[in-house]
């Protein structure tokens, strides 16, 4: 089982960056996926999450309008658009897959984002 996040750099302040996470190695169209973040000292926070067919999405209040999560089951692959990106999202970036069916749960590794001029 893999997840692997790709797309994270340097940014400045107002601009955007795509955030992709590639699966492999399980059923990626029956799990529910999720984007998280971790900035140093903090928790670990759900930023956006999308159902397995993809109907419904909800995002964290600091996120909403500015972040879009969305999948693409023939690829299995999930990505997270991040537009007017602000200082207060620089973290590390990590994509996590569950299925209660499977009582399975896959962590990526971790891509960072900083904004930063």
């Known amino acids: 089982v893999q997840l692997v996040e790709s797309g994270g750099g340097l940014v400045q302040p107002g601009g955007s960056l795509r955030l992709s996470c590639a699966a492999s190695?399980?059923?990626?169209?029956?799990?529910?996926m999720s984007w998280y973040r971790q900035a140093p000292g903090k928790e670990r926070e759900l930023v956006a999450a999308?159902?397995?067919?993809?109907?419904?999405?909800n995002y964290a209040d600091s996120v909403k309008g500015r972040f879009t999560i969305s999948r693409d089951n023939a690829k299995n692959t999930v990505y997270l658009q991040m537009n007017s990106l602000k200082p207060e999202d620089t973290a590390v970036y990590y994509c996590?897959?569950?299925?209660?069916?499977?009582?399975?749960?896959?962590w990526g590794q971790g891509t960072q984002v900083t904004v930063s001029s």
């Open positions: 996590k897959g569950d299925s209660d069916y499977f009582a399975a749960i896959y």
């Open positions: 190695g399980f059923t990626f169209s029956s799990y529910a």
């Open positions: 999308i159902t397995s067919g993809g109907g419904k999405k």
